[in-house]
Nanobody, 125 residues
Framework: QVQLVESGGGLVQAGGSLRLSCAASGLTFRRYAMGWFRQAPGKEREFVAA????????YYADSVKGRFTISRENAKNTVYLQMNSLVPEDTAVYYC??????????????????WGQGTQVTVSS
């Protein structure tokens, strides 16, 4: 049974930083891409960042490019999202996700099959 558990969310002032973590179990972590998505109140879930199984390729939403960094430690079955220069518009519940197929990765939520429970990030102005 695949489980993804996010942590690291919280309340931060605009301009601050947070690092989210997502611990995975129940899968051969090093074989699968990982993604981060977020959902703000009243809005649809949106793509934030993705990383291939090896970590050699990453992809970001334009809204976070240059501010957020996705990385992974396969030895720890963990993916990270370092978030810098946070703005109030980054306020959302952040989810990590992974696809069922090792060959899949991308920016569409439909490409991901397993999701964590989410962690709240709130950026105050």
């Amino acid at each position: 049974q695949v489980q993804l558990v996010e942590s690291g969310g919280g309340l931060v002032q605009a301009g601050g930083s947070l690092r989210l973590s997502c611990a995975a179990s129940g899968l051969t972590f090093r074989r699968y891409a990982m993604g981060w998505f977020r959902q703000a109140p009243g809005k649809e879930r949106e793509f934030v960042a993705a990383i291939t199984w090896s970590g050699s390729n990453t992809y970001y939403a334009d809204s976070v490019k240059g501010r957020f960094t996705i990385s992974r430690e396969n030895a720890k079955n963990t993916v990270y999202l370092q978030m810098n220069s946070l703005v109030p518009e980054d306020t959302a519940v952040y989810y990590c996700a992974t696809p069922r197929s090792p060959s899949t990765w991308g920016a569409s939520s439909t490409e991901y099959d397993y999701w964590g429970q989410g962690t709240q990030v709130t950026v105050s102005s």
